[in-house]
């Protein structure tokens, strides 16, 4: 049983940086797809990454293409999202998803999710 954890949320300015993590204290993210998703007050819940249970492919929103990069650290059971040239419209609750299967077929599909990390782009 999963229980993932997001975390690296917060306030920053447009043009900046974050990092998210995702993690699970329960059994390891090895076997698992992983997908962040985002939503945005008033809007759906929309896919911004995906990384296959082999890391071997990646894929990103259109929206978020050339700034956002996923990434997996087996070592400490970990996915990453960096977020670089942040914008305003980035502004959104963050989640990570976990699907056991190679890649991610959407959000429907995914079985585990975490809570969240608010990510608030603002001057």
């Known amino acids: 049983q999963l229980q993932l954890v997001e975390s690296g949320g917060g306030l920053v300015q447009p043009g900046g940086s974050l990092r998210l993590s995702c993690t699970s204290s329960g059994d390891t993210l090895d076997y698992y797809a992983i997908g962040w998703f985002r939503q945005a007050p008033g809007k759906e819940r929309e896919g911004v990454s995906c990384?296959?249970?082999?890391?071997?492919?990646?894929d990103y929103a259109d929206s978020v293409k050339g700034r956002f990069t996923i990434s997996r650290d087996k070592a400490k059971n970990t996915v990453y999202l960096q977020m670089n040239s942040l914008k305003p419209e980035d502004t959104a609750v963050y989640y990570c998803?976990?699907?056991?299967?190679?890649?991610?077929?959407?959000?429907?599909?995914?079985?585990?999710w975490g809570k969240g990390t608010l990510v608030t782009v603002s001057s």
């Open positions: 998803a976990a699907e056991t299967s190679y890649y991610c077929s959407g959000p429907q599909r995914m079985e585990y």
């Open positions: 990384i296959a249970s082999s890391s071997d492919s990646s």
